[in-house]
């Protein structure tokens, strides 16, 4: 059951649709390459620069990941419904193809960038860079990393669970609550994420923001090198949605 919902899944996601989502980026990392080119910065900085860039991510990565969801999760495939059990394997069994889903989602925005950083030094190090807002952030992980070919793969983890995550948690709304209620509730989350990255209200509240469970240096601003409890929150709250939707799951939205 698993295999076939992976596959109904990543058949409805992986669409033309994606062409248009790989252009802009291609388009964009083109742009942050021209910002960058000055800077001395190396292939394996770029793509870790690129990776993290916040604004692509939660202004528009997030925006169409979220829609493409939306749109694949709208009608459930009653055929493999009926195949499971027990409803909560099916849920499950989303969760798993959310997992793949986000997975190759963030690797092909990640060959964009390897391909479109051809032509830059493919020394595997952190360079002394002058910092400043377009060399910040590849000077916040070299405090972290020991080469930023590590940080790029850790960076893309993180990004692929964030997403997940994010995932789960439209099922989970999606399976309990009206439609427009799930609608009101991702809005009201986007709101809080963008509301963070203006201000410093997360730093006291950290755990509600999901920017913090997308972003790698966002979590570093908040919690540094204590990040890592960002990933055992999502991975404790994807068990509480799927023991509560183990039992209220045939509670009509």
Wanted: charged share 10%; with cysteine.
């Amino acid at each position: 059951m698993t295999s076939l919902i992976i596959k109904s899944n990543v058949e409805k996601i992986f669409t033309k649709k994606i062409l248009f989502i790989v252009l802009i980026f291609a388009l964009y990392a083109g742009y942050l390459k021209g910002l960058v080119y000055g800077l001395n910065i190396t292939y394996w900085e770029f793509v870790i620069y690129v990776i993290s860039d916040h604004y692509y991510f939660l202004y528009f990565l997030v925006v169409t990941y979220i829609f493409l969801l939306f749109h694949t999760f709208k009608q459930a495939n009653e055929l493999i419904q009926i195949r499971s059990r027990r409803y909560i394997n099916y849920f499950m069994a989303q969760i798993v193809s959310l997992l793949v889903i986000s997975t190759l989602y963030v690797l092909i925005h990640v060959l964009v960038v390897a391909i479109v950083g051809l032509g830059l030094s493919l020394e595997n190090s952190f360079t002394d860079l002058v910092i400043d807002v377009n060399s910040f952030v590849v000077v916040e992980y070299k405090k972290y990393f020991s080469s930023p070919l590590i940080g790029s793969i850790i960076v893309s983890l993180y990004l692929i669970f964030g997403l997940t995550f994010l995932g789960a948690t439209l099922l989970f709304l999606k399976q309990l609550f009206s439609t427009k209620t799930v609608i009101f509730s991702i809005l009201s989350l986007y709101f809080f994420m963008l509301l963070s990255i203006r201000t410093d209200i997360d730093a006291a509240i950290p755990f509600i923001f999901l920017n913090n469970y997308i972003v790698l240096h966002h979590a570093f601003d908040v919690l540094e090198n204590f990040y890592f409890l960002f990933i055992l929150t999502e991975i404790v709250l994807i068990g509480i949605m799927c023991l509560l939707v183990q039992r209220y799951w045939s509670n009509e939205p």
